[in-house]
């Protein structure tokens, strides 16, 4: 059994996406960031970075001891192991897939991320910082709509490079993008949504919405923390 530490993210979709995808029966602990669970000392002990998501794998192939792993792109790779799915074993196909699954994790992931903050949160709109993150996305787009002009997928088979990738694009209208301005990415973006998989991992995201939140707090906890934070 997999236990995931889950909040309902586009880091959080990804595993979700996996496992209905591969059919690893998985259950969903979930860690409310907006209200500080990430915080929590048992979920610290599995996730020292007070992120999700985060993963608790009770059977390893090799057995012994519960296996807990963090970091998306970490605990993608663990599962396509385990499985034996969604990643190639040979060599040339394999490199291809890590090399698209760290570009999500170093360039994509974050990039898109400091786009929500300063066009969505943050409290003042810093007008450089904006354009600045809108432009690298939209650069980072133009990248992918590249690579897909001549593939069905970014690498390869469907693989963990894909499922990486697919949530973060999700959201491209608050990342200020325009899918139709990148047509290969477009038709990518629409099979991957087809997905019966994708489908489920989304459905099950619903379950978690509508918490009422206190948006102050949630602020506070979110995009005020610093090494205090790690060290109270
Ligand atoms: N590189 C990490 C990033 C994880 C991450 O940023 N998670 C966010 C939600 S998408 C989170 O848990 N935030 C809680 C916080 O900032 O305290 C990964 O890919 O797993």
Not at 24 to 39: C, K, M, R
Not at 45 to 54: D, E, G, L, V
């Amino acid at each position: 059994m997999i236990e995931l530490y889950y909040w309902t993210t586009p880091n959080g979709h990804k595993i979700t996406i996996f496992l209905e995808e591969v059919g690893l029966p998985y259950t969903i602990i979930p860690v409310n960031i907006g209200a500080g669970e990430q915080f929590k000392p048992e979920f610290l002990k599995i996730s020292p970075n007070n992120r999700i998501p985060a993963i608790v794998d009770t059977e390893p192939t090799t057995g012994g001891e519960p296996i807990s792993v963090f970091e998306s792109g970490a605990i993608l790779l663990y599962l396509a192991e385990k499985t034996g799915q969604l990643i190639p074993q040979d060599l040339r196909p394999r490199v291809e897939v890590l090399q698209w699954l760290f570009w999500q994790m170093g360039g994509l992931g974050p990039m898109a991320g400091q786009n929500h903050h300063f066009s969505q949160y943050a409290p003042e709109k810093i007008e450089y910082a904006i354009n600045r993150y809108v432009k690298e996305t939209g650069r980072l787009y133009a990248v992918l709509d590249k690579r897909l002009a001549d593939r069905e997928f970014v690498a390869g088979d469907y693989s963990i490079a894909d499922i990486a990738i697919y949530p973060w694009i999700v959201p491209y209208e608050r990342q200020g993008q325009n899918l139709a301005d990148y047509p290969n990415l477009q038709r990518w973006f629409e099979t991957i949504k087809a997905r019966p998989a994708t489908i489920r991992a989304y459905e099950r995201a619903e379950a978690f919405k509508n918490q009422t939140l206190d948006l102050e707090k949630s602020r506070e906890l979110l995009f005020n923390q610093s090494a205090n934070t790690v060290q109270r």
